[in-house]
């Protein structure tokens, strides 16, 4: 494996105006990164009006940071289309646009994700005989972190598409956490070899058989994702944006209970109190803003999305995110294992009829 | 609507002998159930010897028990189709023809779920039209209860299968709550109407047209399900399989992030005797064992599988839902509101082309 590339060799371009909380948040998220670590260069992009204030903030003054002057903002219900033909003087393009001309080794944007993933499909490209990006979450398990792909980008998509997705989710887990060889798994209705329907049948015979480097542990269910013993969940569009959003539900709705119980009466309160860090504790795990920011797969290019409502926290965790994998040569490892697995797959017997197999 | 039968009027059959914990476990339950108010008549259907300790237990010598003997148990893990063919001496078997003949309004099992959908199928028929049974989980909401299906029989479905699980759903809900016009809503992943593939939207298309009696709200997402604002959720029985094991998970990860802040050091357990009480509350909240007991939906009969590891009380939650639904004419409502839909949808357009729209 190459090398890892200097942090304070890179630039990170920061789109400041796209999301919800407008340019004053990026930059206190800036701030906080610096302040948390974060040794690259930042290029923030935006009205150079508006980010002027950004050089004498606390830990900018002393940081290396350049300002582009952009003075467009994409809207977040802006339809991807549309942004496309109408926003080239955007923040969000002329951040991207950085990437491209290698001024810059990746970008945050809290902006509309659809505009972010047309406008970095047409100035990127996509990486050789990859159909679509592919968009990750970083799941909180038990004892770590799980990356799931993809939750929302493909709909609908094909056996070749899975394998892609559990490559490019194997690079991106190992440049994150620096583990060798990630334990992937495919999300299905069961861990029988025969559970499920063709599609997903035909994407574990292609891991198995055309990518034997991978540590593919075959199947796994929905109660696995949390479980801490996977560190890749590969599955489709639909189904991952479902279970994200079915995660987040029920971490909500707990939570409330939870809160419920710590306030209901005095006696609980009194209890509440004494129990201050360890709730402390409890509240940090299960804070989402520490998993903020994941990058859009399958670019030629690194762009980061953050949550459109991330506040300076989210944010920062994001740039510290965007910088690691920068220093990682994850991208280049991903097209080559690409050309690699689909070579060897050319000659994987699948299946071709269609059928299913359901849960019980 | 019909009014309610009297619940004393009721037998409700119990697969004594299917189970990871076996007949003890199952009297227990039969008699928690009976100190929770239970009123139908039972019938325990299993080895004979086994079951006579039963008649002379707390709660059950005094209510009206009959036992009937069959020898056989279907293994958990034994296969579906060679239980049809090898098991017609068991309490399964046994119990599910009780409900055949008329002697019985419904029957509860703890026992393998393909094993007994088969055997139903079998013997009771699916109410015409319907294609397969429908497994659905009552999911726990901010505000009560909502029921979800499927949730695992059926891995790949067509759009009338959607509007079938959406009538049905409701009609079951209905039941449940006596709540007149459920909240329909179809699991997607986004409100638009736009959003999600063909099969979704033409089951959307033919719930708006078809069956204008429907409270049919559109499109919901994955964590509108535990919202509180939706009675029904209606899904494939992959994506709820794995929306269910998601949330399961999530739920037993934040439990023990809990647990672990009661009691990481001595300040905080200090703190968790004080709010003893509210805890207690919170631990109700999030028992599995009170949504125990789902009807096998499309059946022309009533069979309520309990989970294979189900205790007492999770067993008596199944058996107080069985009386409660045999009570109601629940199966009467759902044969002819899908008769009536299936006439008018025939004159409804549907979309022909197979597109997709992805999340963002």
């Given at each position: 494996m190459a090398a890892e590339l200097d942090r304070k060799s890179l630039t990170i371009a920061v789109d400041?105006?796209?999301?919800?909380?407008?340019?004053a948040e990026a930059i206190e998220g800036c701030s906080l990164a610096i302040e948390q670590g974060l040794q690259a260069r930042l290029l923030l992009v935006g009205r150079e009006d508006d980010l002027q204030s950004a050089t004498s903030h606390k830990n900018l003054a002393g940081h290396p940071v350049d300002i582009v002057h952009a003075d467009g903002i994409v809207a977040m219900d802006e339809k991807p289309a549309r942004a496309l033909r109408?926003?080239?003087?955007s923040s969000m393009w002329a951040a991207i646009n950085s990437v491209k001309q290698g001024q810059t080794a990746g970008v945050v944007s809290c902006g509309n994700t659809g505009a972010l993933m047309a406008m970095a499909r047409l100035q990127l490209?996509?990486?050789?005989?990859?159909?679509r990006p592919a968009v990750s979450a970083l799941w909180p398990t038990v004892n770590g972190h799980a990356v799931v792909l993809?939750?929302?980008?493909?709909?609908e998509v094909d056996a070749e598409q899975l394998v892609e997705f559990a490559i490019m989710g194997e690079a991106y887990f190992r440049a994150l956490t620096g583990k060798d060889r990630p334990a992937v798994g495919l999300l299905n209705?069961?861990?029988?070899?025969?559970?499920?329907?063709t599609l997903i049948r035909n994407a574990a015979t292609i891991l198995r058989e055309a990518d034997p480097e991978m540590n593919f542990i075959g199947f796994v269910e929905?109660?696995?994702?949390?479980?801490?013993?996977?560190?890749v969940v590969v599955t489709d569009g639909f189904t991952g944006n479902i279970a994200l959003k079915t995660a987040e539900g029920t971490a909500r709705m707990i939570g409330a209970w939870v809160k419920e119980a710590l306030t209901a009466n005095l006696m609980a309160k009194a209890g509440a109190a004494l129990m201050m860090p360890s709730l402390k504790s409890l509240r940090t795990k299960m804070d989402p803003s520490s998993v903020n920011g994941a990058p859009l797969l399958g670019l030629g290019g690194l762009v980061v999305k953050s949550h459109g409502g991330a506040e300076a926290n989210g944010i920062a965790s994001a740039l510290l995110r965007t910088e690691s994998l920068a220093a990682h040569p994850f991208l280049d490892e991903i097209a080559s294992t690409l050309t690699k697995v689909r070579e060897r797959a050319e000659s994987v017997q699948v299946e071709d009829e269609t059928s299913s197999v359901a849960a019980e």
């Amino acid at each position: 494996m190459a090398a890892e590339l200097d942090r304070k060799s890179l630039t990170i371009a920061v789109d400041a105006m796209s999301g919800d909380k407008g340019f004053a948040e990026a930059i206190e998220g800036c701030s906080l990164a610096i302040e948390q670590g974060l040794q690259a260069r930042l290029l923030l992009v935006g009205r150079e009006d508006d980010l002027q204030s950004a050089t004498s903030h606390k830990n900018l003054a002393g940081h290396p940071v350049d300002i582009v002057h952009a003075d467009g903002i994409v809207a977040m219900d802006e339809k991807p289309a549309r942004a496309l033909r109408r926003c080239r003087d955007s923040s969000m393009w002329a951040a991207i646009n950085s990437v491209k001309q290698g001024q810059t080794a990746g970008v945050v944007s809290c902006g509309n994700t659809g505009a972010l993933m047309a406008m970095a499909r047409l100035q990127l490209r996509m990486i050789e005989g990859v159909h679509r990006p592919a968009v990750s979450a970083l799941w909180p398990t038990v004892n770590g972190h799980a990356v799931v792909l993809d939750v929302g980008a493909n709909v609908e998509v094909d056996a070749e598409q899975l394998v892609e997705f559990a490559i490019m989710g194997e690079a991106y887990f190992r440049a994150l956490t620096g583990k060798d060889r990630p334990a992937v798994g495919l999300l299905n209705v069961g861990e029988e070899d025969l559970k499920g329907n063709t599609l997903i049948r035909n994407a574990a015979t292609i891991l198995r058989e055309a990518d034997p480097e991978m540590n593919f542990i075959g199947f796994v269910e929905g109660n696995d994702i949390s479980g801490g013993g996977i560190d890749v969940v590969v599955t489709d569009g639909f189904t991952g944006n479902i279970a994200l959003k079915t995660a987040e539900g029920t971490a909500r709705m707990i939570g409330a209970w939870v809160k419920e119980a710590l306030t209901a009466n005095l006696m609980a309160k009194a209890g509440a109190a004494l129990m201050m860090p360890s709730l402390k504790s409890l509240r940090t795990k299960m804070d989402p803003s520490s998993v903020n920011g994941a990058p859009l797969l399958g670019l030629g290019g690194l762009v980061v999305k953050s949550h459109g409502g991330a506040e300076a926290n989210g944010i920062a965790s994001a740039l510290l995110r965007t910088e690691s994998l920068a220093a990682h040569p994850f991208l280049d490892e991903i097209a080559s294992t690409l050309t690699k697995v689909r070579e060897r797959a050319e000659s994987v017997q699948v299946e071709d009829e269609t059928s299913s197999v359901a849960a019980e």
